[in-house]
């Protein structure tokens, strides 16, 4: 096995050039900030929270009715020590973006994350309700799903969901950067993108995935089902500086099933309960309740492998 090889020093010219280009542009660095959420930490501490949510999945130990009460206690300890923190410095980041510097020397910012902190821990009961409808939904809704715990383990349309909700809270905390930070990891890890904005109702599921866009205002209903690729987003005419905080992004409402594929755009646009949309469609314009929305069926062609070879031949002579 050869030895590594040893480092060498870059030139000093090298060093200072890059350095001139952190002093040139203050937009991608964070030198000498007192305060900035850690990324890693956040994501560990959405690990922690899954596995509170899921409780007995994602351990290292075997959780039984004996040692639950001392898991659980440690498990929360652990969370609300690392969510203030990493809350506290959000806000503080935050008051130093928006207040030019006043976030290091915030005084009531610790006590604010720490209820937060507290007031997302009260939470936990119904987040594990809710995910627990989405868990059943990506059983009922895959005939290939053995069990709700393959759904748990193994579906990036639960894991997704399960970051979106954790992330959609923090959201409704006010907490800054640290949705985004869940939300993308998720997205990261699954090709599934949901701004932590979107409001999303019950029995959700996203069958395989890969693929799919959900805007920052999208509304859902309840047991609504998407497959890959669907898009729920805005017009390109909402994209602007001045859309923002505006509705951009449809409503979905309940029961309704979008196939693979398909996009559908614009602030205005309402898909009524219990509608199907076919897959590969764009639509910009409501659609009624219980109505099927598809693209007219193109001319196919069969032609056999002989016939086909035959003409290549042909060419050729």
Known sequence: MSEPPEQTAPRTEQVDALIASYRADDRTHHINATFLPSRDRTIDLFQTIR????????EHRRLTDDNLHEHTSQALSRLRTEMTQQVDSALRYAANLDE??????????HVKAAEITDAFIDRLPELRRMLADDVQAAFDGDPAAQNTDEAIFCY???????????????LKL??????????????ARTGIDIHPGATIGRSFFIDHGTGVVIGETAVIGDRVKLYQGVTIGALSADL?????????HPTIEENVVIYAGATIL????IIGAGSIIGGGVFVTKSVPPGHFVAMKSPELKYRSADVIQQQIDAKHK
């Open 51 to 58: 596995s509170l949510i899921y409780p007995g999945f994602f």
């Open 240 to 248: 602007s500086v001045k859309a923002r905080g505006r509705r951009r």
């Open 156 to 170: 990036p349309g639960v894991c997704a969901i399960t970051a979106h909700r954790v992330a959609h809270e923090l």
């Open 100 to 109: 030019q510097g006043k976030g290091d020397a915030c005084e009531h910012c």
């Open 174 to 187: 006010e907490v800054p950067l640290l949705p985004r930070i869940v939300s993308e990891y998720a997205h």
């Open 266 to 269: 614009g602030g205005e646009t």
